[in-house]
């Protein structure tokens, strides 16, 4: 059984940076694809960034682009979201997602989600 465990959410001000971190156990973390999804209030889910399981690889929402950094540490099952220069609009649950095959692919694993609050 996966787990995935999200934490570093908070309230912000616009223009401040936040980092989300997501611990991963019951799987071998390394030989999958991570990323974050994000839901905002009244709005469907979507995709935020992916990362490959080497970390060589990685891809952002255009939303992001520029702001967001995703990384990880598979000496630590962990894998990261830097968010800098946060927006109002960002505000949202943050979802950290395994993927089994590839980021191109739908995600397998989710965790339970960190909110996230950006005040302007």
């Known amino acids: 059984q996966v787990q995935l465990v999200e934490s570093g959410g908070g309230l912000a001000q616009a223009g401040d940076s936040l980092r989300l971190s997501c611990a991963a156990s019951g799987r071998t973390f390394s030989s999958c694809d991570a990323g974050w999804f994000r839901q905002a209030p009244g709005k469907e889910r979507e995709f935020v960034a992916a990362?490959?399981?080497?970390?060589?690889?990685?891809n952002y929402a255009d939303a992001v682009k520029g702001r967001f950094t995703i990384s990880r540490d598979n000496a630590k099952n962990t894998v990261y979201l830097q968010m800098n220069s946060l927006k109002p609009e960002d505000t949202a649950v943050y979802y950290c997602?395994?993927?089994?095959?590839?980021?191109?692919?739908?995600?397998?694993?989710w965790g339970k989600g960190t909110l996230v609050t950006v005040s302007s």
């Open positions: 990362i490959s399981r080497s970390g060589r690889s990685t």
């Open positions: 997602v395994l993927y089994t095959t590839t980021y191109y692919n739908s995600p397998n694993y």
